[in-house]
């Protein structure tokens, strides 16, 4: 990884309670803050689960991951595109990850693909170069939203329901290991109501303050877990490469 050395925690921080979203609107609007906390929790979860050996960031952007998977692992590559609009200062390739990697086979333990998977306008290449530079027995780690806005664009292009993302697995060859919703009905509409407000700095950290009180309490947590089959605010995904590492 580049600049490893220049690293700050930006639209992730880590606090008492672990990975959490940051409070610095310049890294992520008082609008998103609450998605961004459900996401930092499932992959810091799903990191220190699964994440080991040589790592393959893709879509790195500003590497917001960084500190979770640097005491996991043993080398690390971060890729992204000139396009990017995020700083990618420390990627190590710069290419169009859906046009090829331009990586060694059997390459990596661990490819982190956290919040991409919906920027890449033809993905099915992409999961084919994963399978390949992933070792036997290596673990690709993915995040996409899924009941989530426009953002990013014009490079917005997808939402993926669980089977389509099981599907792509599927059809290269990997094998699912962890595949479930984060955020159900309720965290969807707190989202919602949050991004009207978020052009009111006031109202959109009031709002924030409020949500976490809410999805909080019992009553509601219950009720997002059984909705979140049916409204999912976004899915975490593990698959790994069949054979022995």
């Known amino acids: 990884m580049k600049n490893q050395d220049n690293w700050r925690p930006t639209k992730y921080v880590t606090t008492r309670r672990g990975l959490r979203a940051s409070a610095d609107p310049r890294e992520v609007s008082a609008g998103s803050r609450l998605t961004a906390d459900l996401q930092a929790q499932a992959y810091e979860k799903a990191l220190k689960t699964h994440c080991r050996g040589a790592v393959l960031d893709l879509g790195c952007g500003k590497a917001p991951l960084y500190s979770v998977y640097k005491p996991l692992a043993s080398s690390i590559c971060c890729v992204d595109w000139e396009e990017s609009c995020h700083d990618i200062s ?48 290596g673990k690709v780690i ?21 089977y389509k993302l099981a599907g792509f697995c599927e ?38 303050r409020f949500s976490r009180l809410v999805v909080g309490l019992r ?12 409204f999912p605010l976004g899915y975490l995904l593990v698959a790994v490469k069949p054979g022995a590492s």
């Open 90 to 137: 420390h990627a190590d390739v710069r290419c169009d990850i859906g046009a090829g990697l331009p990586l060694a086979s059997e390459q990596f333990h661990t490819v982190v693909l956290t919040d991409v998977l919906e920027h890449v306008a033809h993905p099915a290449p992409l999961w084919s170069e994963i399978y390949r530079v992933l070792q036997p027995a």
């Open 171 to 208: 059809n290269v060859g990997l094998e699912v290991v962890l595949l479930e919703p984060y955020g159900g009905a309720l965290e969807v509409v707190l989202d919602i109501v949050a991004k009207h407000l978020s052009a009111w700095t006031v109202s959109g950290r009031a709002w924030y």
């Open 219 to 230: 009553p509601w947590r219950s009720l997002s877990r059984r909705t979140m089959e049916k």
């Open 142 to 162: 993915l995040g996409v939203p899924f009941l989530y806005w426009v953002h990013e664009e014009p490079h917005d292009y997808h939402r993926y329901t669980r």
